[in-house]
């Protein structure tokens, strides 16, 4: 019966997880257009674009090849999962083991490499721009990452994400300056996955300073759709990544009653709501910057990351 | 008796070298020689697989050949029958390619003889037991591997690569030369048995670390002996430099361990395995920085094993960095690591230098900036590139990933170090191979994506066809064995076990096939897990839960038309993405500082008709710090000195005189 009830919040998260992704976009967009006095869309324009997008045919282009049609799923599944892996609202779920938080970097860094190359498949040049860039911008957030994990593994001893969050809860750890540098390596290495300002906009379509939209620019209906859930569930999964590491009060673990799960999700659905927040007040306090200046921000987050990694290496206690 | 089988096998491979001289007019004598191959290396792989499967005891064996006071040893145990099996998949999915891939070859009696006696050579360095056989059999390898990388000798670049080659292998094998006098001490016994009792002194052994260091180091492509490795591997024919690249540098690996591990006996300084890691991390960012930089995709790929090679080195520092501090448990997760990943590159390089070898029948081409759209007339060599490409990035759910994973809990176990030193380097490494790791990525999107993908650059890959039978047979059981081993890791790892627990004193990792679900869990008490089966499945339960609803409740209808491209689509292919132009930003960001890259820009002024000029700067720093300053004294002491030639007879007898005074004089003063 437990094996059961476990399967079923398990199953439960990736529903609720692919459900409410669209909704931190349309809560990010909507806080950041009335940071400009604007009205903004509703909040739930998110889920209408994509109901339109699905219902759309695809139009493909004629040189695009069987690569470019199979990859908004691939991409989307690859997301998926690993957003299905991080601890939300209760830690310790029977899957929870699969894959650890090495492998969830790597799972995004599948869907990285296959939009890359759906971006090149056009054989376009707005498609090379982007995959081109993005690669860059990837060689560097994707280390910096990993020393964040770095960080993270040796202060709770082990890579698997559950256990670190429980880790987490426990009082002995304290305020910690190792701890503060991985926040902030995670922090920029988030802005720059999720292709957030300062490093690329959401927004635009025809700058040469994008980097996602221009990778997917050729992709529409319902290929457009899946890409675009699947950069939601991106930005959902840092969020999570960020709640359940750096504020796991309030998670509950496997097991428990439906009260607690229920108060799990909803401290999970208030760390998410002031995430976003934080994520549109930043956003929109801060220009864009160029793009081989990118480089510079991403080489502080690796920087910081290793910085926060040597620190425990030379004492446990920081 | 395994053993004698084994040998006559390579020996049979030896003679139908021989016949090959012969028979290398005959059309039908391609086929012959490769499906020969083929079968011996299948046989010496079950054989091999089936020594290590059942942890079976060494055996040894000696022939009277050789030195006299010696004879030839060979020994098969748990490490050799490890590499045998990575030596043998690799030689037959190669002759498996050939079977096809070989009948394209312009001057098949360049190939032919030299092609089975590589492979016996290979497998005869694996099972030496003595100094002299082990020595004999490689130099014997780097011959018959210099030979075929001659094979198209009428180009200049390839004779360079080949003189090269040669020079770096008489290094190599000089540097072995002297480790192996030191390792059998003043009396001089050559045979391994004997070399593991003899007590060195700590100066002399790492003397002797240093020197095999050198000496297998240059066979593998460890930086910076590596400048010979990208000319010659990709100047062979396809499968050839499959073998070289993929297995010969296993060949070298297994040496470094061999002497190290094994014939050197416990580690006695801390600072080897950080020497070791040191020259890893360096090597695996340097390669695949490299590799970033070319356009021809083999050299690209040549480039690419030296980061690999990288990523094994520090496997094995680790390993020798926690041997040393008696940590056999973490040694055991790191020697692991290594071993897995030796046997992935084999399958992921193998698979990549023949998905070349059919992209260079099916166009002529090898330089990337005049390929492209090769998705469309070649699929299956495309899906099989794809998956080797991704393999490679360490991406799961496949292979790579599972050997970097367990490099990274190898790192994560290094604080434990007592040594200072040792504790900084182990993050730095950690570091250098996350972002070798991404690098890679970056480097196979460039090379999958500009070669297969977009539209085509020249003529020639308009016109490409589908590759042979053979050749996709070859392709996809490697690519199917990426896959396996992705998914399955904890079966590699037991099956890596006995080996291990030979080069650690017995300690190897918990059995892997108790686990729920087959999950990898390296560290008992860490509990880091990781299970590429699950993953695999999950994704594709949502990948196909995304499909088919989609399909089932939404649109499922195409049409096509020109590219959008943001309302201004170029019709000419030169428009598109490049080798070059895709590298641009990493070139900018990285290479300015590791290669002092530099844009040269001349633009025509307005009216005047010429082309405007592009041009990109790299200087190899290995290069013009290492080896031009080198050949420069050489050249300008043998300079100095060639006054030599031309001294009078009484001069030289002199000259010899006092040579031999000096001589006796340092005997004497050293007695």
């Not at chain 2, 292919?573 to 132009?581: F, H, K, L, N």
């Not at chain 2, 420069?632 to 007898?653: D, E, F, G, W």
């Amino acid at each position: 019966m437990a094996l059961i009830t476990g399967y079923l919040v398990q199953g439960g998260q990736m529903l609720l997880i692919l459900l409410l992704a669209p909704l931190i976009t349309g809560w990010v967009r909507t806080l950041k257009a009335q940071l400009l006095r604007r009205r903004g869309p509703s909040l739930l324009q998110p889920y209408r674009d994509l109901r339109k997008l699905l219902r759309k045919d695809v139009v493909l282009a004629g040189s695009a090849s069987w690569l470019f049609r199979v990859a908004p799923y691939l991409i989307f599944a690859a997301i998926w999962v690993a957003a299905a892996l991080v601890p939300t609202f209760a830690s310790g779920l029977p899957f929870s083991w699969t894959a650890d938080l090495i492998a969830i970097v790597a799972l995004l860094g599948t869907a990285r490499f296959f939009l890359a190359l759906a971006g090149l498949d056009t054989g376009t040049s707005f498609g090379g721009i982007g995959a081109s860039r993005e690669m860059m911008i990837a060689s560097l957030a994707e280390p910096a990452m990993l020393m964040m994990v770095f960080t993270l593994s040796l202060l709770a001893g082990t890579t698997e994400l559950s256990a670190v969050a429980q880790f987490m809860l426990t009082a002995d750890v304290g305020l910690r300056v190792s701890l503060a540098l991985a926040l902030l390596a995670l922090v920029m290495v988030a802005i720059a996955e999720n292709a957030r300002i300062p490093v690329d906009n959401p927004a635009t379509h025809l700058e040469l300073t994008m980097v996602h939209e221009a990778m997917v620019l050729e992709y529409s209906g319902r290929h457009l759709a899946l890409i675009e859930l699947a950069a939601s569930l991106k930005l959902l999964l840092y969020l999570s990544l960020l709640s359940c590491i750096f504020v796991p009060w309030g998670m509950t673990t496997a097991g428990e009653d439906l009260t607690a799960y229920l108060t799990g999700i909803a401290a999970y659905l208030a760390k998410l709501g002031l995430g976003g927040f934080l994520l549109a007040l930043f956003e929109t306090g801060i220009a864009k910057m160029r793009v081989f200046r990118v480089d510079q921000f991403l080489g502080a987050a690796l920087m910081l990351g290793l910085l926060g990694a040597l620190l425990l290496f030379v004492s446990r206690s920081l | 008796m395994p053993l004698p089988l084994l040998l006559s096998l390579s020996m049979i491979l030896l003679a139908i070298g021989l016949y090959a001289i012969l028979a290398s007019r005959r059309a039908s004598c391609s086929r012959q020689i490769y499906g020969i191959s083929l079968v011996i290396c299948v046989i010496l792989l079950g054989m091999a697989l089936t020594h290590l499967l059942n942890a079976a005891a060494p055996v040894t064996l000696t022939l009277p050949l050789g030195l006299p006071w010696l004879g030839a040893h060979f020994r098969l145990d748990a490490l050799s029958a490890f590499f045998l099996i990575v030596v043998n998949l690799g030689g037959a999915v190669a002759s498996l390619f050939a079977l096809g891939y070989g009948q394209h070859e312009p001057a098949p009696g360049r190939v032919l003889p030299f092609y089975p006696a590589f492979l016996a050579d290979m497998n005869l360095v694996l099972l030496a037991d003595d100094a002299f056989t082990f020595l004999f059999a490689w130099e014997f390898m780097s011959l018959s591997s210099w030979a075929l990388v001659m094979a198209h000798h009428r180009e200049p670049a390839n004779a360079r690569a080949g003189y090269l080659y040669l020079v770096m292998a008489c290094l190599g094998t000089l540097a072995l030369l002297l480790a192996f006098g030191l390792l059998a001490g003043a009396n001089g016994g050559y045979d391994f048995a004997t070399i593991r009792t003899v007590e060195m002194t700590p100066g002399l052994a790492a003397l002797a670390l240093i020197l095999a260091l050198i000496g297998t180091g240059s066979k593998a492509g460890l930086v910076p002996l590596h400048v010979w490795l990208p000319l010659a591997h990709p100047a062979a024919p396809s499968h050839v430099s499959a073998l070289m690249s993929g297995v010969m540098t296993k060949v070298a690996v297994y040496g470094f361990i061999r002497i190290v591990f094994d014939l050197l006996g416990e580690p006695v300084a801390w600072w080897w395995g950080g020497l070791v890691l040191a020259l890893g991390g360096i090597t695996a960012v340097l390669g695949v920085l490299y590799a970033l930089m070319q356009h021809d995709l083999k050299r690209l790929l040549a480039y690419h094993t030296v980061e690999n090679i990288g990523i094994i080195f520090i496997g094995l520092g680790l390993a020798l960095a926690f041997q040393s501090n008696q940590m056999y448990a973490s040694a055991a997760l790191a020697l692991t690591a290594a071993l897995f990943h030796v046997l992935n590159h084999s399958l992921f390089k193998s698979l990549l230098f023949m998905g070349t070898g059919a992209v260079l029948t099916a166009t002529g081409e090898r330089d990337m900036e005049r390929l492209g759209g090769l998705i469309h007339p070649m699929p299956w060599t495309a899906l099989a590139f794809l998956i080797g490409a991704a393999a490679i990035s360490a991406l799961p759910p496949l292979n790579g990933f599972v050997s970097e994973w367990l490099t990274f809990q190898a790192i994560l176990l290094t604080p434990e170090l007592p040594q200072w030193l040792l504790k900084f380097l182990a993050p730095a490494a950690g570091a250098l191979l996350a972002l070798s790791a991404a690098l890679a990525a970056a480097c196979f999107v460039k090379a999958f994506g500009i070669t297969f993908l977009g539209r085509p650059r020249s003529p020639a890959a308009a016109k490409a066809q589908e590759t042979d039978r053979y050749s996709l047979a070859a392709l996809f059981s490697l690519a199917a064995l990426c896959l396996l081993a992705g998914i399955l890791p904890g079966l590699v790892v037991d099956g890596l076990s006995p080996a291990v627990g030979l080069l650690n004193g017995g300690a190897q990792l918990p059995a892997q096939q108790s686990q729920p679900w087959l999950t990898l869990v390296p560290v008992a008490d860490v509990k880091s897990s990781y299970n590429g089966l699950l993953v695999l499945l999950f994704m594709a339960l949502s990948g196909i839960f995304a499909a088919v609803s989609i399909h089932r409740f939404a649109s499922n209808s195409v049409r096509r038309s020109p590219a959008w491209d943001c309302g201004f689509p170029n019709a000419s292919p030169a428009a598109q993405y490049t080798a070059g132009s895709f590298a641009q930003p990493i070139r900018r960001v990285f290479g300015s500082v590791v290669f002092q890259a530099r844009e040269h820009v001349t633009m025509p002024p307005p009216g005047d008709g010429r082309a405007a000029q592009f041009a990109v700067q790299l200087r190899d720093p290995v290069w013009d710090c290492g080896y031009a300053p080198l050949t420069a004294a050489i050249i300008k002491i043998s300079t100095k000195l060639n006054y030599l030639q031309y001294l009078t007879i009484r001069q030289y007898l002199s000259l010899v005189f006092g040579a031999l005074v000096l001589l006796l004089l340092g005997i004497a003063l050293w007695r």
